[in-house]
């Protein structure tokens, strides 16, 4: 079912650039889900006292890139370059937030990927010794997100089993270039595999988690096999946004490939981490900001701490709009993984 | 009225990527008009027998690859990495021709600028030897542009005196890293700078020449300053899609900055160089497609024939949605510039 032909879809890092400072901003719904604890602002309502939810989605990207710089002891003109994207029409969050930020920014699209495609880009950036640091961030508004991409809040419209809650919340990483003769510990990005664009023909935009699924599984075999890595050798393989319902198809689809379920008790989705069954969310957490605060918050505290050696990240994203859904598109969908180890 | 701060803005890169092949995909408007004899490919209609707009442009994008990887005399399967962005809302166009193409993708979004910014990332990546390849490409298409950023075309509305006509069209360009010990001539990526997103509070949408004119004069001061180069070391100076008013107010920010206009007999812009004036643009062309065009039509040829040694090309873009206009934003725009080189 999946080809996996050559191309150099992954890149192991000669120089693998550091993470220096990460940072969450979450919103009040997910402060009550199972990551609470870990985030490093929560906000006392979804609106920021923003007068709008696109406003706040703005401010919740600021804050966490300025979060980000100063865990990472920098200042905001310290940094060479913002790598940035998010989910709305022709990405204005994050445009609107690198207009207050003044830092020189090339804007991203890979959806719910974003997280992860920022951390590819500057890495194998870093790596080549072209900057010596860059900030990536990303992040969603549940309500920005309902009213752009379904259907404004006022209506109450049920939500289908498939669904998956926006997540309301930001993550930014610092990434630092490998410095000549300096032995440093901390986490490195050691490896990246760039995904393929999959189609596997779903068409319910309320069904994300089918979509994205088989382009993890496509982005996950080819990295297995391109880095010689086994399940094993990962404390924890995470995939993005898949959300309950995409993370059992994830797994049906790997057991079909040969790689037996009951390997990965290490293997866990963003989607399925942020909230508590009782929160009524359906199938989990979705949008780019799901990825992301999972990583600033869960998964970068514990690489920290030692208690993940090594971690591949694989955000997912669906290369929908509402224009190719009413044509009757099907959702295309890419994951790209990233491999951060402890050292 | 310029403050050029430190940060890293401009890269002078020390393995500069070589240009190996570009392609330009045209429609019969823009073949009437001043590059009409360039053009790889002309559109016999602007449908390409397609149902929709949307997939016309996504149908261009992967002829501008196809025809691009050719030219380069390589396969698709010897293809790194495609970098690839457009206007559509989710960048949709680019991600359904990610589809097609099967190659690995990362999805980028700086409106207007995204020929320039794939340039940028691409040889930043490159330069680090990372890959070996690349392929850089963006387009627009004027009819999914006026649906989705204006009115529908069958209303048949008034265009205002300060706008400018998207181009139907993609250009796409392979980038290959330098290879060691071999010198080579042809075109390479010798320095980029990256912008910063400015805002000068334009808020009309018909207006984009006033809105990116002040970010092309950044992101030009910045480099100049950067690479302590002089408006006359280049063959040509070219910004990206500011348009006929655009382009006078560019000429006289940076009169303003004391740079003289007399000086400037090696500046256009790609906004001026596409259609006739007889073709009834207004101000002249805009989208993604401009600069991508007129980039691998007109400039990478007469660098190629040896007519120019030098070229600063500053695609510009807009980073505004219908959202943001219709909650009253203004307009914050960006401008990345790139060095292509005769050697």
Same sequence: chains 1, 2.
Avoid at 224 to 245: A, R
Avoid at 299 to 309: A, F, V
Wanted: net charge neutral; with cysteine; charged share 20%.
């Amino acid at each position: 079912m999946f080809d996996i032909k050559k191309n150099a879809q992954t890149v192991v890092l000669k120089n693998a650039p550091r993470v220096v400072g990460f940072f969450s901003v979450a919103g009040p719904k997910e402060a009550r889900g199972k990551l609470g604890e870990s985030f490093d602002i929560v906000l006392d309502d979804d609106t920021m006292k923003e007068k709008t939810y696109e406003k706040t989605e703005t401010k919740m990207l600021v804050e966490a890139v300025n979060g980000a710089i100063e865990k990472a002891s920098l200042k905001q003109e310290d940094i060479n370059l913002m790598l940035a994207g998010d989910l709305m029409n022709q990405s204005t969050s994050t445009g609107f937030a690198a207009r207050e930020l003044l830092l020189p920014q090339l804007g991203l699209y890979d959806a719910c990927a974003t997280m992860a495609s920022s951390l590819v880009v500057g890495s194998l950036i870093l790596s080549g010794g072209a900057m010596s640091n860059c900030v990536c961030v990303t992040g969603s508004h549940f309500s920005s997100a309902e009213r752009l991409f379904r259907f404004p809040l006022e209506l109450g419209n049920q939500r289908q089993k498939t669904s998956q809650w926006t997540v309301t919340g930001a993550g930014a990483v610092v990434l630092e270039a490998k410095k000549e003769n300096v032995k440093t510990k901390g986490i490195k990005i050691s490896a990246v595999t760039i995904g393929k664009v999959i189609d596997f023909g779903i068409v319910d935009p309320s069904n994300m988690g089918a979509a994205m699924a088989p382009a993890a599984v496509h982005t996950f075999l080819t990295h297995l096999k391109n880095t010689k890595t086994k399940t094993e050798d990962y404390s924890l393989i995470v995939t993005g946004d898949l959300g309950l319902f995409g993370k059992r198809i994830f797994l049906e689809l790997i057991a079909k490939e040969g790689i037996n379920i009951n390997t990965l008790d290490n293997y866990n989705d963003c989607g399925a981490m942020v909230y508590e069954d009782s929160q009524g969310t359906q199938q989990g957490a979705s949008g780019a900001g799901a990825s992301a605060i999972v990583l600033t918050s869960h998964i970068l505290k514990k690489l920290q701490e030692g208690i993940y050696k090594k971690v591949l990240f694989m955000a997912t994203g669906a290369l929908l709009s509402t224009t190719t859904s009413q044509q009757g598109e099907s959702i295309p969908s890419v994951c790209h993984a990233v491999v951060l180890e402890r050292e």
